[in-house]
């Protein structure tokens, strides 16, 4: 094996390596944002967030999405 082929073998691995980590961390981020913004569904945003990146990439942005929607307070009842 040449000096070329030894780069150009560790160029592969170097960009295998960039690639899952770059898929690792595209599944982990909807639900760490929902997480740290106090989402009251936090777990299902996560588990969103992978599902779809791994069986659906289209609707992978809807789970970041769900992380920053703000849920509403819920409606304190009134003395009438």
């Known amino acids: 094996?040449?000096?070329?082929?030894?780069?150009?073998?560790i160029v592969l691995l170097i960009l295998l390596a960039s690639c899952v980590g770059v898929f690792c961390i595209a599944g982990w981020l909807p639900g760490?944002?929902?997480r740290t913004r106090?989402?009251?569904w936090?777990?299902?945003?996560?588990?969103?967030g992978w599902v779809t990146l791994i069986f659906g990439l289209a609707f992978w942005p809807l789970a970041l999405i769900w992380a920053y929607v703000?849920?509403?307070?819920p409606r304190?009842?009134?003395?009438?």
């Open 1 to 9: 094996m040449s000096g070329y082929d030894i780069f150009a073998w």
């Open 32 to 34: 760490h944002i929902a």
């Open 38 to 40: 106090g989402h009251p």
């Open 42 to 48: 936090a777990q299902a945003v996560t588990v969103a």
């Open 70 to 73: 703000d849920v509403p307070a």
């Open 76 to 80: 304190k009842m009134e003395d009438a």
